[in-house]
């Protein structure tokens, strides 16, 4: 029994409430195992952390707070939305069927979806009848945020351009509104990118080749202590040889296979439902 009359009772249930909340924002935002590759992670330069993350060698699992934080740049959206209608553009956000825009590869195993896309209004008198893709971000106050404004997408934050590269070659889109919006003062930061589709082709190249190899890449560096390796989640199984979590995906029997499936080289077809819980054959990768 709590006493509010009391002040050390008052202090305990500040506690509860802190540690209540961090934990249900935990498992409410969590999403687990992403099913697809991800254009938004396909700039990462480590082959061998993308191969693990798609054969769900090991979920990456976060706090409360930081759950509560990634969920900011997602409560944005709306509000970059309206603006931008505001002052005239045509913003579409879904298709005819009410989904978001997505690209697909690898037999769907591979994709991602656009914040959007977007006609400016004609007192802004471009040239020929352009559509943009939209990228909504956010970022707190320091280098992180500052670069954007100082520097090129592709040098403060290469794998935002990577994702947008990937959008604009898939859609046939040459140029992208990269908007960021500094989480502690709402300044925002606006960028016109002009879109390299070789690039994007190369990543969806890169996105077959990791998705469709049966042994993973070569680490990004041989020295766990390296900066690439030292506060990866990954690092204990790549670098020690740790066990990776039991499922399907993890497992050397398992291949991905078209419509965004998976097959077993003992037992067939895999329903989704079952990989993850895998079987007493698990071979681990």
């Keep these: 029994m709590l006493d509010l009359s009391k002040a050390s009772d008052r202090e305990k249930l500040e506690e509860l409430?802190?540690?209540d909340i961090d934990a249900f924002?935990?498992?409410?935002?969590?999403?687990?195992?992403?099913n697809h590759l991800g254009a938004s992670t396909l700039g990462d330069p480590c082959w061998r952390k993308?191969?693990?993350q798609f054969r769900w060698v090991k979920n990456e699992v976060f706090d409360g707070r930081m759950m509560r934080l990634f969920n900011v740049g997602h409560s944005a959206e709306p509000r970059f939305v309206t603006y931008l209608r505001g002052i005239g553009f045509t913003v579409r956000e879904f298709d005819e069927d009410g989904k978001q825009f997505r690209i697909s590869g690898a037999w769907g195993h591979y994709g991602g979806s656009l914040d959007g896309e977007c006609i400016p209004?004609?007192?802004?008198?471009i040239v020929g009848n352009i559509l943009l893709s939209l990228s909504f971000k956010t970022n707190n106050t320091g280098a992180g945020y500052e670069k954007v404004s100082k520097e090129t997408l592709q040098k403060s934050k290469?794998?935002?351009w990577a994702q947008e590269c990937q959008y604009g070659y898939k859609r046939g889109i040459?140029?992208?509104?990269?908007?960021?919006?500094n989480k502690n003062d709402s300044d925002?930061?606006?960028?016109?990118?002009e879109l390299d589709w070789n690039y994007g082709a190369q990543l969806e190249k890169k996105a077959e080749q990791i998705i469709f190899s049966k042994e993973p890449p070569p680490r990004i560096s041989e020295n766990p202590a390296s900066y690439d390796c030292k506060y990866c989640h990954l690092a204990k199984i790549c670098h020690d040889g740790?066990?990776?979590e039991k499922n399907c995906r993890s497992c050397r029997n398992a291949s991905p296979t078209e419509d965004a499936s998976w097959t077993c080289s003992l037992h067939g077809v895999i329903p989704p439902e079952f990989i993850p819980v895998a079987c007493d054959k698990w071979f681990p990768i």
């Design 188 to 193: 925002i930061t606006f960028k016109v990118i």
């Design 17 to 19: 409430l802190d540690a």
């Design 25 to 34: 924002c935990a498992s409410y935002y969590e999403q687990g195992h992403r």
């Design 242 to 244: 740790a066990t990776p």
């Design 121 to 125: 209004p004609a007192r802004y008198e």
């Design 174 to 181: 040459r140029y992208c509104i990269y908007m960021i919006e």
């Design 158 to 160: 290469p794998l935002h």
């Design 50 to 52: 993308l191969w693990y």
